[in-house]
């Protein structure tokens, strides 16, 4: 794949986490627990860190929960994110509460005086600011200007916002305008992106139960990091926040824009393929996922595409009539019988990372 070309930005930390610059794009999520309930939120992040999120975002809903984040930031193996709305008292307890990080909303937090304090506990605490604009949120005064929720209309809300915090003396920003509407999304991420040089948190907002949700965030967020656009990313779904860091990380290893454990290339089969293909595909995918190294495995059906994507990939499989070719770094290294061909395929994989680890 073509390597894409990144929009240049300004670097800011969310504690040990580069973002912009040169850094790899991070991916996000929300906890979907109470704060307050500071066990289970920290059982709750640390399983996402697992799942190998890259920065884990809490709602604060009121001051028990800024409390709440002092038994839960310094303890986190990720960085925290306090996400804040409506009150500035509780940006502030979420900063002495030890986070990496906040994100307040311009919709509903815009006061100079509040933003400014906020900026100077920041600035003092050395902790980022993400301006996060929503559609659904946004302010009432520029839905009117604009004469409905818009592109323009989200964008400037940002703008705005980067305006009061620069206002303040404070720089270290990145910037986020989600909508439900891709194309609306999209056109508002460029013009903020043309205006700035912050980096950008991109995400499709509300996009709904995961069947639907992962097509419609991939295409959005897909869009515009092939552009060169984007710094770290969330896939909003209903349902387990740990499948939407695997959703992220998938559409970043799609893009070439993370190199992280194999991807499996594999065909949707047909009325050609004489091998239990899908079965072969579920165990080879389950019997790699502690593999750390970018390795290309193909799990191919049949003699039409199946020869040609194996000699590409790293390994890979190429069915016959009930039967296997298995390759290696583009050469065939057996020919077996379908039950064996996982089994097969492991084993040229095993001999190759042990004589990769053993080489190093």
Do not use: W
């Not at 109470?34 to 809490?58: N, Q």
């Not at 002092?70 to 996400?83: G, L, M, T």
């Amino acid at each position: 794949m073509k390597s894409i070309i990144r929009r240049d930005t300004k670097t800011i930390f969310v504690g040990k986490v580069q973002i912009g610059g040169n850094a790899s794009i991070s991916v996000q999520t929300m906890t979907k627990t109470d704060t307050r309930d500071h066990e289970t939120t920290l059982r709750e992040i640390k399983r996402l860190h697992i799942a190998k999120c890259d920065i884990i975002r809490l709602a604060v809903p009121d001051m028990e929960a800024a409390k709440a984040l002092e038994r839960i930031a310094p303890f986190s193996p990720i960085p925290v994110i306090a996400d804040i709305h409506f009150d500035h008292h509780l940006a502030l307890q979420a900063i002495v509460s030890g986070v990496h990080g906040l994100r307040i909303n311009p919709g509903n937090l815009r006061e100079q005086n509040k933003i400014k304090e906020i900026a100077k506990a920041a600035r003092d605490r050395k902790i980022p600011i993400r301006i996060g604009v929503n559609a659904g949120s946004l302010d009432p005064a520029l839905v009117a200007t604009h004469g409905g929720v818009t592109a323009k209309a989200l964008a400037e809300s940002a703008l705005r916002e980067v305006a009061l915090l620069e206002k303040a003396g404070f720089e270290d920003i990145k910037i986020a305008v989600k909508t439900f509407n891709i194309d609306m999304m999209i056109e508002a991420v460029k013009i903020v992106a043309a205006a700035c040089n912050y980096p950008l948190h991109l995400g499709v907002t509300e996009s709904g139960l995961p069947q639907e949700g992962i097509v419609r965030s991939s295409i959005g967020i897909g869009a515009l990091l092939l552009q060169g656009i984007g710094d770290t990313i969330r896939v909003s779904l209903t349902g387990d926040s740990a499948e939407e860091v695997a959703v992220g990380i998938r559409i970043l290893k799609c893009l070439g824009c993370r190199e992280q454990g194999p991807t499996i290339i594999s065909c949707p089969t047909c009325g050609r393929c004489q091998i239990p293909l899908q079965e072969i595909a579920s165990e080879v995918s389950k019997r790699i996922s502690d593999i750390s190294l970018p390795l290309q495995i193909a799990v191919m059906g049949c003699a039409v595409n199946g020869p040609g994507e194996a000699r590409q990939a790293d390994f890979g499989i190429a069915g016959g009539k009930e039967s296997g070719l298995i390759f290696r770094k583009g050469k065939v290294v057996k020919t077996l019988p379908a039950s064996e061909l996982v089994e097969g395929l492991l084993d040229e994989i095993n001999r190759y990372l042990a004589s990769n680890h053993n080489n190093k």
